[in-house]
């Protein structure tokens, strides 16, 4: 009898417990022997393996249990050191588990959790990353396109090269003509592609409907097509496609064309597809609008600026408010952007920045270098600082060419009281201004890092501030602060002594009227540099 205990002999665990609390784990558990043999299974170890328990006690786990034989050289391993070895295999079944053998006494105790629920959360993560790497190189390709061959060529590139398609298309809508034209790559039938270049608005075939209506399309089979197109089902039938996808292009709130994806399989718009195609069409929109835009206009600069800044989005409990003040040359384009992104959990990323340059790569550059921004704020749930080093990298990888100056924050869902964070990162660029209710200007300056595209290996700070309701965020380009007579800071420091008298005066008005009163406050004259200023009021 043990004893020693203050009020008597300890209490001891009844015979057999520990093998019915072993058998009670809703894990596989299992007992190995000295010689690999299999001495005692749980419940959920034999329905794991799918084998009875007296078909595999007393026998060797990789004879006994099909698909165990790499478990054989860890478990090995945990016996000849002594020590908790950790794996993943499967167990004589499809599903994997992570097994854990664990040295006691001469014998090994293994215990193995299911991974499958980790295994499939990391395909759906690697599955978003790659259409985020592909909406990127979309948005790549299309931030240099000037012109509407350009735009159908890499739009064709890409479905043929990253989605595996047979069939790229490109309609652009004349709303005066009233008519769909639309430019491939001999792709299909020559017959058909000549057929398909240029049809009347109200033609009975997919892409004119489209256009028409603004919906898209999905034919997961001909069948879809002769349902739904009888008219053309034949012709389309000729083109040897059996599945595709025809999706509006938008820009401006305005149906500029539709984006043709086809496949001679059934079967072949997957969701992943689709999401892909939905989000190239976003990029696509803005590109055809701004192609059209550069040859129906002489003032080019100025349009392909105003045509690559993304448009704000609407519906959000943040009020935002945007302007771009071109240069004095009207002969030039420049670098500077802004951008907001919703992202979930109520928070909302804002981004400025500006490439070096005042001409049209420049403006391609910055085409590149927004998408981007934009894309990698998605793709890692809008960290500032991991985006900004992976747009450090795609600058890099992808050749983008001159650096650019880049402040990009998230600015978070109320929490108590109100209060917002705002968490930002600064890639040389001026510092964001906070003007809370009180006036008291704070400018968001703090030790300067490098520009994008100067180190991939630049290592990117996130910095976070609270935003009390009723406050405004200025993120501004460098031309709102910068002078010949000044540098950055004495320019920030002006800017900052003027917002708080000017956000108190304009409490009441909107956002946008505010931005109109800084600038005519900021710049008296001319402006000799491009500017670029994005607000958001907190409620």
């Keep these: 009898m043990v004893t020693g205990h203050a009020d008597g002999p300890v209490p001891a665990v009844p015979p057999g417990w520990w093998q019915r609390a072993l058998a009670s784990i809703p894990d596989p558990v299992a007992v190995l022997g000295p010689g690999w043999e299999v001495l005692w299974v749980s419940p959920a170890a034999a329905s794991a393996s799918g084998l009875r328990p007296q078909e595999v006690l007393g026998r060797v786990l990789w004879d006994a249990v099909p698909g165990t034989s790499t478990s054989e050289e860890p478990l090995r391993r945990a016996a000849r050191t002594g020590t908790t070895t950790t794996w993943e295999a499967r167990i004589g079944g499809p599903r994997w588990y992570e097994l854990q053998a664990v040295p006691l006494d001469g014998l090994l105790l293994v215990v193995a959790r299911s991974t499958d629920e980790r295994r499939s959360a990391a395909a759906v993560v690697a599955g978003l990353l790659e259409r985020t790497r592909l909406v990127l190189e979309v948005s790549t390709a299309l931030g240099a396109a000037r012109t509407l061959e350009e735009v159908a060529t890499a739009v064709v590139a890409v479905a043929t090269e990253k989605l595996g398609a047979d069939y790229g298309g490109l309609s652009v809508l004349d709303r005066a003509a009233r008519r769909v034209r639309t430019a491939s790559r001999a792709q299909v039938d020559p017959d058909v592609e000549a057929a398909w270049a240029d049809l009347p608005l109200d033609h009975p075939g997919p892409a004119p409907h489209v256009c028409r209506t603004g919906q898209e399309l999905v034919f997961h089979e001909l069948a879809d097509v002769r349902a739904q197109f009888p008219a053309v089902a034949a012709r389309i039938q000729r083109s040897g496609l059996r599945s595709g996808v025809v999706v509006p292009l938008v820009a401006e709130d305005a149906v500029v064309g539709a984006l043709t994806i086809g496949w001679r399989e059934d079967g072949r718009v997957s969701p992943g597809v689709l999401d892909v195609v939905r989000a190239s069409a976003a990029a696509t929109g803005q590109a055809v609008r701004r192609a059209l835009l550069l040859a129906d206009r002489a003032s080019a600069a100025e349009v392909l600026q105003r045509a690559l800044l993304a448009p704000l989005p609407r519906g959000l409990d943040v009020e935002l408010a945007a302007r771009y003040l071109p240069a004095g040359r009207r002969d030039h384009v420049g670098g500077d952007w802004h951008d907001a992104v919703p992202l979930d959990g109520g928070r909302l990323a804002l981004v400025v920045g500006d490439v070096a340059g005042h001409d049209v790569e420049a403006a391609a550059v910055m085409g590149r270098a927004s ?165 958001a009021r907190t409620p």
């Design 371 to 535: 998408g981007a921004v934009r894309s990698f704020l998605l793709a890692v749930d809008g960290l500032p600082s991991r985006a900004l080093t992976a747009a450090d990298d795609a600058f890099h990888r992808l050749e983008v060419g001159a650096p650019a100056t880049v402040v990009a924050g998230v600015l978070g869902p109320p929490g108590r009281g109100g209060t917002r964070s705002w968490r930002w990162a600064n890639a040389g660029h001026p510092p964001p201004l906070l003007c809370p209710p009180g006036g008291d200007v704070r400018v968001l300056g703090r030790r300067p890092e490098l520009l994008l595209g100067v180190d991939r290996s630049t290592h990117r700070t996130d910095h976070v501030v609270a935003v009390p309701p009723g406050s405004v965020l200025l993120l501004h380009t460098d031309g709102l602060v910068e002078r010949r007579d000044r540098d950055l800071d004495e320019g920030t420091a002006a800017l900052a002594g003027l917002l708080g008298p000017l956000v108190a005066e304009h409490a009441g008005a909107p956002l946008q009227v505010l931005l109109d009163a800084v600038l005519a406050a900021a710049l008296p004259g001319e402006a000799a540099d491009d500017v670029v200023v994005l607000a």
